[in-house]
């Protein structure tokens, strides 16, 4: 008899043998080295454009970032603007950072998530949720691990202890994950910089913080709205995501206690006809087709009046 080709074993079909905490574990590991590879790869590329300094007579050569700059700030000597060549090794560090950042961790963590439903039918068409991000959102903060939102959020830190948000103490354990609150900083300013309808939402929320609290510093109002905005694409993320998973999927919190506040989840690309099927299949049981169809009109109304503003 001839025998059977043995089939090469690829990187999914390992990680299928794996016990799921196994894998969520790996996932969470690359996700860090990703963030630290990005941390030293920001810090070497600043150095490497830093291409002008101001240097006195006494020999202190101080990097000028922009301007211009006529005293010496060390000695108030006059000084002179002189140029310099990034250094080669440098940049040669840089290259190795780059290769690393878009390489194999980027690539297996694209490979976790392209075939999950969570990622094609929803986390890819939310501007702000990249694939690194929707790994660790489909691996460690998956719909079917909480029972409710309000757990999710406590995990993330993002609850509230005595009216404020829970701060780390020296010597106590906290009762919810840093990294995951760290994770949620991150995707609050993805949505500050590049979202599109949790851009909206932010861009709403600081409005309404620097309208109802102006005892605070804008520094307090962006960390509220970037904090709210993230609360509520997790609710948004919990309410759909269990729903495309198949699961009991409980009425949005805020839904209960204001119900004409309550928000729908809106896509930032629909395809053709793609407004009503979602509709239909995840949202109809919680809101009306008409709230649905205003919040996306808004949101158009929104984007239309953001291009004409950057014009």
């Not at 999914?12 to 894998?23: A, F, G, H, R, T």
């Not at 760290?182 to 599109?196: C, I, Q, T, Y």
């Not at 119900?259 to 930032?268: L, Q, T, V, W, Y």
Request: hydrophobic share 35%; aromatic share 12%.
């Amino acid at each position: 008899m001839p025998r059977k080709k043995k089939v090469e074993e690829t990187p999914q079909m390992e990680s299928e043998k794996k016990p799921v905490e196994i894998v969520e574990q790996e996932i969470r590991e690359l996700i860090k080295t990703f963030y630290q590879i990005q941390k030293l790869r920001v810090a070497v590329e600043l150095r490497t454009k830093l291409t002008k300094f101001s240097l006195c007579p006494n020999g202190h050569l101080i990097p000028l970032r922009e301007g211009s700059r006529e005293r010496c700030p060390i000695c108030d000597a006059p000084v002179k603007i002189v140029s310099k060549e990034p250094n080669p090794i440098l940049l040669n560090i840089l290259d190795v950072l780059k290769n690393l950042e878009r390489g194999d961790i980027l690539k297996r963590l694209n490979e976790s998530v392209k075939d999950h439903i969570l990622w094609k039918s929803y986390l890819s068409k939310i501007k702000g949720v990249g694939p690194v991000m929707a790994a660790y959102l489909i691996s460690v903060l998956n719909p079917a691990k909480f029972d409710t939102v309000s757990k999710m959020w406590k995990y993330c830190g993002l609850h509230v202890v005595n009216g404020k948000a829970p701060r780390r103490v020296a010597g106590q354990k906290t009762d919810w994950n840093p990294f995951a609150r760290a994770m949620m900083w991150r995707l609050g300013e993805s949505f500050r910089m590049v979202g599109g309808f949790y851009r909206m939402m932010y861009e709403k929320f600081f409005e309404d913080c620097t309208r109802n609290h102006k005892d605070w510093t804008k520094a307090h109002c962006i960390a509220h709205a970037r904090r709210v905005t993230v609360k509520l694409f997790l609710s948004h993320y919990y309410y759909l995501g269990r729903k495309m998973l198949g699961l009991d999927a409980r009425e949005p919190y805020s839904c209960v206690i204001k119900p004409h506040e309550c928000i729908p989840p809106i896509f930032d690309e629909y395809e053709k006809d793609e407004e009503r099927v979602i509709y239909q299949l995840y949202l109809k049981d919680t809101w009306s087709w008409e709230t649905f169809k205003k919040w996306i009109d808004a949101y158009k109304k929104w984007l239309k009046a953001r291009e004409e503003y950057e014009k």
